[in-house]
Nanobody, 121 residues
Framework: QVQLVESGGGLVQPGGSLRLSCVASGSILSISAVGWYRQAPGKERELVASIISGGRINYADSVKGRFTISRDNVKNTVSLQMNSLEPEDTAVYYC???????????????WGRGTQVTVSS
């Protein structure tokens, strides 16, 4: 089994910062792309940031210059540093990873359960 577990969410005032972390555990041979998504109430889940194989990084336009995604391939973790948070960033944030479990399987998408981020004064 593979599990993705997020941490680091919470309540923060506008202009504040939070750091989200996600650790992948279980039977893992390799991880290609990783990313953070978010879903606000009444809205579709959207990509926030991702790192694809080769190290290319993508950000949603709404978070460019404020959020930074990083990964540790040894520890199987991916983090999201969020600065200058705005009320519009309020959402449940989900970790995503494209994982190959063994030489007998291909890559599959896995999701964490999500962590709530609330930006409010």
């Amino acid at each position: 089994q593979v599990q993705l577990v997020e941490s680091g969410g919470g309540l923060v005032q506008p202009g504040g910062s939070l750091r989200l972390s996600c650790v992948a555990s279980g039977s893992i041979l390799s991880i290609s792309a990783v990313g953070w998504y978010r879903q606000a109430p009444g809205k579709e889940r959207e990509l926030v940031a991702s790192i694809i194989s080769g190290g290319r990084i993508n950000y949603a336009d709404s978070v460019k210059g404020r959020f930074t995604i990083s990964r540790d391939n040894v520890k199987n973790t991916v983090s999201l540093q969020m600065n200058s948070l705005e009320p519009e960033d309020t959402a449940v944030y989900y970790c995503n990873a494209n994982i190959r479990r063994s030489v007998y399987s291909g890559y599959e998408d896995y999701w964490g359960r999500g962590t709530q981020v609330t930006v409010s004064s």
